[in-house]
């Protein structure tokens, strides 16, 4: 068990050397005073230690690769973090009036701006904290557009068997219906089931492209018009925009609504790195209806807040997670319109080299290794001869070998899937590193299944109760357990 700060007290130790007070000493307010604080008596350099030894128990994208599967783990820029901390940004106040805080708006409405060129949208709202956040605001501004049309009698939203949880706590989250769509054996979703759902009582379908099996739905185009024809909207997961930036505009392909996870592909931290955000885009038929206060611009060049005519209202407290669209803008500005096209090829490049080697190999399943990946390439943890030791197992073993794992048992419809997402900022020395790691695994597996099955045996804990831990969260120990 680690160290807790208290465990290493030893009484009269101190940290720090108060000089005398010279000024008069004065009783303090004794109603606020406690009869007790036990706090932890410790010298300097032992809490430096403390904690920096806490830190290094952590897994980050700074120390190693983090090929986690549609979270899109990439390097976060260290500029980044330089600009979000100017004073100019991070001594604001939420309330101070327009014309005080012109800067800030500004970068708030470029960032609108740039969103919008790269997505093809005619309007963006920044408000959203996280993806399933903007997934319930877009679902939110469709349901209110039918509604302003009278129509009252639509509940039900589609969603594909391959998509994210959050698409179907969406839908549940808004009122609605969820009706799941099954995929065709090839990966796309299947059509005729598709056809089979839509009538006039469908809000929507919601649906990433690329999907989770890391494919792109070659039907998109198709599937759009079928929903549109019965008056339905359609919703676009943009988790794994870092496939297709500069490639191909999403509301070019008839999607009506997506949001854009800046913290996936803008290469705001995620996770323990602090708040995400996510902006989303709308089509010009959905822009009165999307949460306000925006960004807008008048003649004069001068920023000031407007709220669409038919908003759904606020999501989100103030405007969203400021520091986390700082960090985006800056990401965007500095790759440029050629760059961010270079992350996205350069993505499907690195997944489809690991997709290539792992095929080759031969260790690993690949049930659409058929077709070229995206940014993902979902592998399988069924190692012929050792069929005792399953995904679980070959992810528990890669902490061993320095690795985070990939997402594994997701897709939900592939059997014990491992999904592989490398990014962009691997260098290739890493892919083949990770993929011998694979390698030698699939051979451990082989001949001492045991070896897997007790992984992980270097790191700080070993196989955690991640049920209890998620729902019981012990997030503060105290002085006197
Ligand atoms: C990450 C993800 C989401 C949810 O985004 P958050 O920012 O984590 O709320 C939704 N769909 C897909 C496919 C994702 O990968």
Redesign the pocket.
């Given at each position: 068990m680690e160290k807790f700060i208290y465990d290493l007290s030893v009484p009269g130790r101190r940290g720090v050397d108060m000089p005398n007070s010279d000024v008069p000493e004065t009783a303090l307010p004794q109603e606020y005073l406690r009869e007790d604080l036990p706090l932890p008596e410790i010298g300097e350099p032992e809490v430096v230690r403390h904690y920096v030894r806490l830190s290094q128990l952590n897994y980050a994208v700074d120390k190693g690769m983090y090929p986690l599967g549609?979270?899109?783990m990439k390097y976060n820029p260290k500029v980044n973090e330089r600009l979000c901390r100017l004073p100019g940004f991070a001594n604001l106040h939420p309330l101070q009036g327009a014309e005080q805080v012109q800067g800030a708006m500004g970068m708030m409405y470029e960032l609108q701006d740039m969103l919008a060129a790269i997505t093809g949208f005619a309007a963006v709202t920044l408000q959203p904290a996280?993806?399933?956040?903007?997934?319930l605001t877009g679902v939110l501004i469709m349901r209110k557009a039918q509604l302003a049309r009278g129509q009252t009698q639509r509940y039900k939203i589609l969603v594909p068997d391959s998509?994210?949880g959050?698409?179907p706590a969406t839908t549940t989250m808004a009122g609605l219906e969820v009706i799941e769509i099954p995929s065709a054996p090839d990966g796309n979703v299947d059509i005729e089931a598709l056809k089979a759902q839509l009538d006039d009582k469908v809000v929507g379908l919601m649906i990433?492209n690329p999907n989770?099996l890391g494919l792109f739905e070659q039907n998109i185009v198709t599937i759009c018009q079928l929903v549109h024809a019965v008056g339905g909207f359609v919703y676009g997961?943009g988790?794994?925009l870092n496939a297709i930036m500069g490639i191909v505009r999403p509301a070019d392909l008839g999607i009506d609504v997506m949001?854009f996870?800046l913290?996936?592909t803008f290469s705001v931290p995620?996770g323990g790195g602090g708040p995400?955000a996510?902006p989303v885009g709308v089509t010009e038929e959905l822009a009165p209806f999307l949460p306000g206060p925006l960004v807008a611009m008048d003649e004069d060049d001068e920023f000031y807040w407007v709220v669409p005519e038919q908003s759904i209202g606020r999501v989100k407290s103030f405007h969203g997670n400021f520091g986390a669209l700082v960090r985006a803008h800056v990401y965007i500005r500095m790759h440029g319109a050629e760059g961010l096209r270079a992350v996205s090829e350069d993505a499907v490049l690195s997944a489809n080299y690991i997709q290539a080697l792992l095929k080759q190999r031969g260790d690993y399943p690949i049930p659409h290794g058929d077709r070229f990946c995206m940014h993902e390439v979902v592998a399988q943890g069924k190692i012929a001869g050792a069929e005792g030791v399953h995904t679980l197992d070959i992810a528990k073993r890669l902490i061993d070998f320095g690795y985070h794992p990939p997402t594994i048992y997701f897709p939900l419809i592939v059997p014990e899937a491992l999904m592989i997402e490398p990014t962009e900022t691997e260098a290739k020395e890493t892919l083949d590193a990770f993929v011998d790691a694979l390698t030698d695994i699939a051979r451990e597996a082989r001949a001492d299944a045991e070896l897997l099955h007790s992984a992980p045996h270097t790191a700080p804990v070993r196989r955690l109760d991640e049920v209890r831990a998620a729902r019981q969260p012990v997030l503060a120990r105290h002085a006197e357990e």
């Open positions: 549609s979270c899109t996280a993806g399933a956040h903007g997934e998509a994210h959050t698409n990433t989770t997961d988790a794994n949001h996870n913290h996936k995620h995400g996510g």
